[in-house]
């Protein structure tokens, strides 16, 4: 004799969940018996880190940056989606300056606070100079160590702020003498140009 729809329902429901109690607390057996065979990583734990690399190629990590490689183009700061990157330098050499590709920067900063790991500030760069690393750890007792500084791979200090202030100016300073050195280069170049006209004219005048 069949059984009502309704009771075999039942019985089915309570068949399914002893099912799952016991596939569940196999897992649970199997590890009390090998420990060996967890997966799960305790954070900060000492004793059980993994002694293999364990994040894949392709993790989006905490960003670095390949300094030497940078061409201070912009271009990841402005394809970045929350404006969390911020980059001052100059094509013109200053004191205390890291040098790029033809390029001398005084500030290249991610906020990590706002950053949505996206990868958006990495594909479009021509140099393929700036990453996602292995590094995911973010923890931090202040929101103002969440701000790094690329260009020392540490957090954007007091110092930092002060020197990129006094880089500011030091940029001014040399933009404004550069422009300054190649209009009299022009200027220059312009008067031997019109002396050598002068002196073919001359030339021919007198042939």
Request: aromatic share 6%.
């Amino acid at each position: 004799m069949a059984l009502p729809t309704a009771l075999s329902d039942y019985v089915k429901k309570i068949g399914d969940s002893a099912k799952a109690i016991v596939v569940g607390m196999g897992v649970t057996w199997r590890y009390m018996v090998r420990p060996k065979e967890i997966i799960t990583i305790e954070y900060g734990s000492k004793n059980r880190a993994p002694t293999k690399r364990y994040i894949p190629d392709r993790h989006r990590g905490i960003h670095y940056l390949e300094t030497e490689k940078c061409i201070h183009c912009h271009i990841c700061e402005k394809a970045c989606p929350v404006d969390c990157i911020e980059m001052d330098g100059s094509r013109e050499a200053f004191e205390g300056s890291w040098q790029g590709d033809g390029t001398f920067m005084s500030r290249f900063t991610l906020d990590l606070n706002k950053c949505i790991f996206c990868n958006l500030c990495c594909e479009p760069c021509p140099k393929e100079c700036i990453h996602m690393g292995q590094e995911f750890d973010v923890a931090s007792y202040s929101r103002a160590n969440g701000v790094k500084n690329l260009l020392t791979d540490q957090p954007w200090s007091v110092d930092d702020r002060a020197r990129e202030s006094e880089a500011l100016e030091l940029i001014a300073v040399v933009e404004v003498e550069a422009k300054e050195r190649k209009k009299r280069e022009r200027e220059a170049k312009k008067a031997a140009k019109e002396a050598e006209k002068k002196d073919n004219d001359g030339d021919k005048a007198g042939s």
